[in-house]
């Protein structure tokens, strides 16, 4: 079974410019959540997905990150204009259902000159 | 605010001992514990789970103790082995509200 699939695994770019990330969730999960990881803390759920319908979104700064999962299966993240504090690992995970356990994928490494 | 505290950045055990990564939290609400394994540039894996209805869960070589009083949960792993090296997350949640709240990680060295 292959599992959660991310790109790209590393993004530089200056602050005010725009990036987006990719998720492929493991087949059959409906349920997607996107992690901010920044170096020594946890990661933090920045939107939780169920299908293509946002469950949690709380933590997601909306004036600069943006999320869609259009179709219920990929997903992507958006972020513009870009900060020095987004530098982070974005993280991608799945589950087959919400209160499952979640699969994580390798991340993009984003850094932010 | 942190809800999950790890207040070892880091241990250090022999091949062989018993290591111990604790894990402390402070909402009352959470019934769900979970414990997560990373090694470099790959995601998190999980690892070992308890509900708060136990105080122990047990699978192979990893053993995670609940002390619900104490706000306390510990992850023991034995014998400790070179691959077990990596960053441990600790992990809550109340189940009924499904989100899941990280600790900001221990990582642990096993030297050979």
């Known amino acids: 079974e292959a599992g959660v699939a991310q790109s790209p695994r590393y993004k530089i770019i200056e602050k005010r410019q725009s990036v987006a990330f990719w998720c492929n969730p493991i087949s059959g999960h409906a349920t997607l959540y996107w992690y901010q990881q920044i170096l020594g803390q946890g990661p933090k759920l920045l939107i939780q997905f169920q299908n293509n319908g946002v469950v949690d979104d709380s933590q997601l700064p909306k004036d600069r990150f943006s999320a869609e999962r259009l179709k219920g299966v990929d997903s992507t993240l958006k972020i513009q204009p870009a900060k020095l504090e987004d530098s982070a690992v974005y993280l991608c995970?799945?589950?087959?259902?919400?209160?499952?356990?979640?699969?994580f994928g390798p991340g993009t490494r984003l850094l932010v000159l | 605010d942190q809800q999950v505290k790890q207040n070892s950045p880091s241990l250090s055990v022999q091949e062989g001992r018993i290591s111990i990564l604790n894990c402390d939290y402070t909402n009352s609400m959470f019934d769900y514990f979970l414990w997560y394994k990373k090694y470099p540039a790959e995601g998190p894996t999980f690892l070992i789970s308890i509900s708060s209805i136990k105080d122990k869960n047990e699978d192979g070589r990893f053993t995670v103790f609940l002390n619900k009083s104490a706000k306390h949960l510990s992850l023991h792993i034995v014998p400790s082995q070179p691959g077990d090296s990596a960053v441990y997350f600790c992990?809550?949640?109340?189940?009924?509200?499904?989100?899941?709240?990280f600790g900001p990680g221990t990582s642990l060295s096993v030297i050979p």
């Open positions: 992990a809550a949640s109340v189940i009924s509200f499904d989100k899941v709240i």
């Open positions: 995970a799945s589950s087959f259902w919400s209160q499952e356990t979640q699969y």
